[in-house]
């Protein structure tokens, strides 16, 4: 039976709280008026890594070749073959469950604070009071930077001894994405033609986040969005969604859908990259689709360089383009911006551009 969601205020914040009935009409606040659907589905191969990792030149030169491709005409392209263990995938999409199924007031000992990027979040509703997203987040930070599982002590710290099992189940995740990652920005290195180290070596010292999404059931899927549309500001983002599916890209002037791929895990470029690419490769416009009958979940791994380090392309990039895109900026100040200033959307990178631009005048 399908259960619409009654959108409660706590006394310490919000949190999706699910009805039977008795709710009149579908809730304003959710609502995304004239929304188009997708015209067809996306069709194009997937980037097969295992040739890549056994160093074979030219399976690295094909995978390249159709990243290339995906980057320069909108951003978005899935990965198979790309060695993180599905017992891993498996059991961080399952354990999600452990938290989206406790009563409110535990989720929200988790709850986001104002301004930042981890914590629990019911419809982004502290932030927003319109189009807001028909979903649940769990977000949290990972890095490599100290000796400390900061994943595993992200989870006891909030929610207790009791999560200590599912901390270290998204330690690992985190750790297997972070592997995934170099190997993802030695191939875009490749495909822009620049030192296939350089993209590694910027972020090998940087903080990502991995965000747990649960989208559920919705009676009036026509009327709302689990995601709004929006490229992402970080660099690269690594996505496994379940078998359930709703991603949709705007490609060629049109929405259109990415079917899950058994096995598969998607990658969309972002702005910061989009900056680092001298704006060659695109920052990929996507969103979700809710569903009338099943709960959807997805596992979105944010990377992105340390908050200090100064975004700038490759000197080559700069040379072949015979101008620079956009200005050095840092990604805490476009973080910043996100958070505090701006809903992000498919012109994010040049509002914040803009909006550096006048407060520094």
Avoid at 114 to 134: E, I, N, V
Avoid at 235 to 254: A, R
Avoid at 280 to 306: D, G, I, T, W
Avoid at 313 to 339: H, I
Wanted: glycine letters at 6%; proline letters at 6%.
């Amino acid at each position: 039976m399908d259960s619409p969601l009654k959108f409660q205020e706590q006394s310490k914040g919000f949190s999706f709280e699910s009805v039977f009935d008795k709710q009149a009409g579908f809730p304003k606040e959710f609502l995304w008026p004239d929304l188009v659907s997708a015209q067809q589905e996306l069709s194009e191969p997937p980037v097969d890594l295992e040739g890549f990792f056994k160093g074979d030149d030219e399976a690295t030169k094909q995978a390249a070749n159709i990243i290339k491709d995906a980057c320069l005409s909108h951003g978005f392209f899935q990965v198979i073959n790309h060695g993180v263990d599905p017992d891993i995938i498996r059991d961080a999409e399952n354990y999600m469950d452990h938290f989206f199924m406790l009563p409110a007031p535990e989720k929200l000992k988790a709850r986001r604070k104002p301004g930042s990027l981890c914590g629990y979040s019911g419809a982004h509703a502290d932030r927003y009071a319109s189009k807001l997203p028909w979903k649940e987040t769990l977000s949290f930070r990972y890095h490599e930077n100290s000796s400390d599982p900061v994943v595993l002590d992200f989870f006891k710290s909030i929610l207790g001894k009791d999560f200590e099992e599912t901390g270290m189940i998204y330690q690992k995740y985190c750790e297997a994405m972070m592997d995934l990652s170099f190997a993802i920005l030695e191939l875009l290195a490749i495909s822009l033609g620049v030192d296939r180290k350089i993209y590694r070596k910027f972020f090998e010292d940087g903080y990502s986040i991995l965000r747990c999404n649960l989208y559920p059931p919705c009676q009036e899927p026509g009327n709302t969005l689990g995601t709004g549309p929006h490229c992402d500001s970080n660099s690269i983002t690594i996505l496994h969604q379940d078998q359930v599916g709703g991603l949709e890209i705007f490609t060629d002037s049109v929405w259109q859908t990415i079917p899950p791929l058994k096995g598969a895990l998607i990658i969309n470029i972002g702005d910061t990259f989009t900056a680092l690419s001298n704006g060659k490769y695109k920052s990929c416009l996507h969103r979700a689709m809710v569903n009338k009958h099943e709960q959807r979940k997805s596992l979105a791994f944010f990377l992105s360089p340390r908050e200090d380090k100064v975004v700038r392309p490759p000197q080559e990039l700069v040379c072949s383009a015979g101008k620079r895109m956009y200005p050095d900026f840092t990604w805490l100040n476009l973080s910043r911006f996100v958070q505090n200033h701006y809903r992000a959307d498919d012109n994010t990178l040049q509002s914040f551009i803009n909006w550096s631009q006048s407060v520094n005048t």
